[in-house]
């Protein structure tokens, strides 16, 4: 295989100027994969097109849910909650050939490879509490004063589970068994919208934020489970960073009023593997 792996995320598409961005997003060539790493917008129409779009022009497109993709918007048509909304995304994808948490893991074999490519879907679970607080109800105390609260308390539904963190936490053991299971001997790239380890949200403007952004409980997973690279998003700061010898990459897009501030047309995919040097 001659192509690379491209990495996305926070599309948000439901503001023009993104979506005219998405309309510019193409391979290199033939063999290209594209990994979209959550946060293509919110209504369930809009995800779907845009997966579609990306699909037809991609030999591969892997796709990890951000939050937002996850929330039960108050002028969406689809109006399941929680885990009934998720499962509806997978199937979505499954209908338009994109591969989800729930798919086998694929194999990419380009020059770098190769690698298994997973996909995560582990949401959060409050334990990157805001500082100087220790328990969740300290932290969200501190956010709900200070006027930082992130969406989801209001349209990210937990469905059947009674809390965010329980369906976090039922996620990580599902997951957890799912990349013991994978070949020993092929290094990984693991995708999840969130980071995988707290460091990331240490450059955020308002630490409280940070809540939201992940979960102490996968904060080994990179070396674990044999990370060549991690993908994530999530938190509008595109940058590379490195953490135990491994390369986190945080590949997203963004709102306008922040991709605008950096003054250059945006280019918000990235080459995590394989192509040209």
């Given at each position: ?154 349209l990210l539904h937990p469905d059947p589970y009674p809390d965010r963190e329980s369906w976090c936490w039922a996620r990580l053991a599902a997951t957890e068994r799912r990349l013991a299971a994978t070949d020993p001997a092929l290094p990984t790239v693991l995708i999840n919208h969130w980071p995988l380890v707290r460091q990331p ?77």
């Amino acid at each position: 295989m001659t192509g690379a792996l491209y990495a996305v995320s926070d599309l948000h598409v439901s503001y023009p100027e993104n979506r005219a961005v998405v309309d510019g997003l193409r391979p290199e060539s033939a063999d290209d994969w594209l990994i979209v790493a959550g946060d293509v917008g919110e209504l369930f129409a809009d995800i779907e097109r845009t997966l579609a779009q990306l699909r037809d022009r991609f030999a591969r497109v892997v796709w990890a849910p951000g939050n937002h993709e996850l929330w039960t918007h108050p002028t969406d048509p689809v109006t399941l909650r929680g885990v009934a909304r998720y499962e509806a995304l997978v199937a979505m994808c499954r209908g338009l050939g994109v591969l989800t948490p729930e798919d086998d893991y694929p194999v990419w074999q380009g020059a770098d490879g190769p690698v298994t490519v997973a996909p995560l879907f582990l949401l959060y679970d409050y334990s990157f509490r805001a500082p100087g607080t220790s328990t969740k109800e300290e932290s969200l105390r501190v956010a709900y004063e200070s006027g930082v609260v992130c969406t989801d308390e209001m349209l990210l539904h937990p469905d059947p589970y009674p809390d965010r963190e329980s369906w976090c936490w039922a996620r990580l053991a599902a997951t957890e068994r799912r990349l013991a299971a994978t070949d020993p001997a092929l290094p990984t790239v693991l995708i999840n919208h969130w980071p995988l380890v707290r460091q990331p949200t240490d450059v955020l403007w308002f630490p409280e934020f940070a809540q939201w952004c992940g979960t102490e409980r996968s904060a080994d997973w990179h070396v674990r489970h044999r990370a060549a690279v991690a993908v994530y998003g999530h938190l509008h700061i595109p940058r590379t960073t490195h953490y135990d010898g491994v390369r986190f990459e945080e590949v997203s897009l963004g709102y306008p009023r922040e991709w605008g501030r950096r003054g250059d047309e945006p280019r918000p995919m990235r080459r995590i593997l394989g192509g040209a040097p």
